[in-house]
């Protein structure tokens, strides 16, 4: 079976920084990409971030230089570290792992006030 579960999300004040983690369970963690997308209220889900299981990185356009994805693979862990917030990051924030098709975690809420 697997699961991915995040954590982290919450409320913070624009400016302010927030580390999302997404424990990942039933697929051989280390072998896979990861990501991060969100989705916001009547949009469409987006891309955020990729590691790739070498960590290698790739972010949108958006977030780069503030946001920051990682992987421990020996907790089978993804995270994105999140920085300099502003009110337009505020979405759901999904796990994603390429294992090898898409699975998707169940989304963490983030909300940054102005």
């Known amino acids: 079976q697997v699961q991915l579960v995040e954590s982290g999300g919450g409320l913070v004040q624009a400016g302010g920084s927030l580390r999302l983690s997404c424990a990942a369970s039933?697929?051989?963690?280390r072998i896979w990409p990861m990501h991060w997308y969100r989705e916001a209220p009547g949009k469409q889900r987006e891309?955020?971030?990729?590691?790739?299981?070498?960590?290698?990185?790739n972010y949108a356009d958006s977030v780069k230089g503030r946001f920051t994805i990682s992987r421990d693979n020996a907790k089978s862990t993804v995270y994105l570290q999140m920085n300099s917030l502003k009110p337009e990051d505020t979405a759901v924030y999904y796990c994603?792992?390429?294992?090898?098709?898409?699975?998707w975690g169940q989304g963490t809420q983030v909300t940054v006030s102005s």
């Open positions: 891309f955020v971030a990729t590691i790739t299981a070498s960590g290698s990185t």
């Open positions: 994603a792992a390429s294992a090898p098709i898409i699975r």
């Open positions: 039933g697929i051989i963690f």
